[in-house]
């Protein structure tokens, strides 16, 4: 099975693309996570250069998560979807739904963006993440008794985060949730929050075992279902992601430093 790495634009925003993507093919990712324009023009812009640098593209939709009322988030969901998969990505991730719509709002979405999908024939994952459908396993697990087909980019520190725990605790969860994993956002959390400042740190050495422990059952479980490919994108993020200090608000850590270090630790422990 082939194990691609993706450098996350998330935090790099402010750079521009031909700058972007010579420095992620000095750092040597496989491919870019990004969220593309609705502009056509302008997306088609982005995926020309992508694929001229020979690099694969991932597309994320996160957008919808400034949109609070439900029929306005569904309207732009199907447009973010479709634009995304007009693309044509490796799969696209979604942030999908709000915690507080009702089960049957977040099924209607989740099989809206299921149509979409083979519509284009583009993979669509859903990633748990805080607020959303899936913002904590007790809210998502529901959700995969009820979409058998409903596959998810797993980014657990955000359950870490919301269940305030390296989820030691509910083995359970992880048993009826990492089967259904084909991408993986390679971020660590830990008990209080969704990113530890530097994952090297020994005060981070417990949490960064519990994510490879985590990391680990999923490539056992691709490679042992036959899958072609396994994709994972580090995505250590930005200030206020990144911790601060007081007053001065500088960075107590570098985030791109922080996605190439893990780069070279998923290359040597997966590929």
């Known amino acids: 099975m082939q194990v691609q790495i993706f450098a996350a634009h998330w935090g790099n925003n402010e750079l521009p693309a031909d700058v972007f993507i010579e420095r992620v093919q000095a750092a040597g990712f496989d491919g870019i996570e990004l969220s593309l324009p609705l502009d056509a023009a302008a997306?088609?812009?982005?995926?020309?250069?992508?694929?001229?640098?020979?690099?694969?593209?991932i597309v994320g939709q996160w957008e919808t998560a400034l949109?609070?009322?439900?029929?306005?988030?569904?309207?732009?969901?199907?447009?973010?979807?479709?634009?995304?998969?007009?693309?044509?990505p490796l799969h696209v991730n979604s942030?999908?739904?709000?915690?507080?719509?009702?089960?049957?709002?977040?099924?209607?979405?989740?099989?809206?963006?299921?149509?979409?999908?083979?519509?284009?024939?583009?993979?669509?994952?859903h990633e748990t993440h805080r607020s959303r459908w899936s913002a904590h396993p007790a809210l998502a697990l529901p959700y995969l008794r009820q979409l058998p087909d409903l596959h998810l980019?797993?980014?657990?520190?955000?359950?870490?985060?919301?269940?305030?725990?390296?989820?030691?605790?509910?083995?359970?969860?992880?048993a009826a949730t990492l089967p259904r994993v084909r991408h993986i956002?390679?971020?660590?959390?830990?008990?209080?929050?969704?990113?530890?400042?530097?994952?090297?740190?020994?005060?981070s050495q417990a949490a960064l075992a519990a994510h490879l422990s985590w990391w680990d059952e999923v490539v056992r479980l691709r490679r042992a279902a036959g899958a072609e490919r396994l994709t994972i994108t580090p995505e250590f993020g930005p200030v206020p992601y990144?911790?601060?200090?007081?007053?001065?608000?500088?960075?107590?850590?570098?985030?791109?430093?922080?996605?190439?270090?893990?780069?070279?630790?998923?290359?040597?422990?997966?590929?």
Request: proline share 4%; net charge negative.
């Open 242 to 271: 990144t911790q601060t200090l007081p007053y001065t608000g500088a960075a107590v850590s570098n985030a791109w430093e922080l996605n190439v270090a893990m780069l070279g630790l998923l290359r040597q422990r997966y590929c």
């Open 43 to 57: 997306r088609d812009d982005w995926t020309g250069r992508i694929a001229a640098a020979g690099l694969a593209l």
């Open 153 to 174: 980019t797993a980014d657990l520190s955000h359950w870490c985060c919301a269940c305030e725990s390296l989820l030691g605790d509910q083995p359970q969860t992880l």
């Open 185 to 203: 956002h390679a971020r660590v959390g830990h008990e209080q929050g969704p990113q530890v400042a530097d994952f090297r740190a020994p005060e």
């Open 95 to 125: 942030q999908t739904g709000k915690d507080y719509f009702t089960f049957e709002q977040n099924c209607e979405l989740l099989e809206m963006a299921a149509a979409i999908s083979r519509e284009h024939g583009v993979p669509i994952y």
């Open 67 to 88: 949109v609070p009322e439900f029929a306005a988030h569904r309207a732009a969901l199907a447009e973010l979807l479709h634009n995304a998969c007009a693309a044509r």
